[in-house]
């Protein structure tokens, strides 16, 4: 087990979105800018002991923000959906 993948992911997703797509085996991940699906998919198997059957990833740029006179942006980052193979669930510990 390399070590390295599993840095990728940065932090489960907890939506009520994310949380309805658990019951369906998906599961939401924040993961690393730079981060494949192959390495996403490699990740979740190492950290979790899971069999993966599919990896999305959605990149969302960061949106400018205004407060008063002064313009901000909040933060890129790109999200991972892994989809597990029938049967196998991960706890994130809900």
């Known amino acids: 087990m390399s070590m390295g993948n599993i840095f990728l992911i940065k932090k489960p997703w907890i939506t009520e979105k994310s949380t309805a797509l658990s019951n369906l085996g998906k ?10 699906k192959n390495e996403v998919k490699k990740a979740v198997k190492d950290l979790y002991r899971v069999d993966v059957r599919t990896v999305h990833i959605i990149r969302r740029a960061g949106k400018p923000k205004r407060f008063r006179n002064v313009v901000r942006t909040q933060g890129s980052y790109k999200k991972a959906v892994v989809t597990l193979v029938k049967g196998q669930k991960i706890d994130l510990g809900r």
């Open 27 to 36: 599961y939401v991940f924040i993961v690393e800018p730079a981060a494949t």
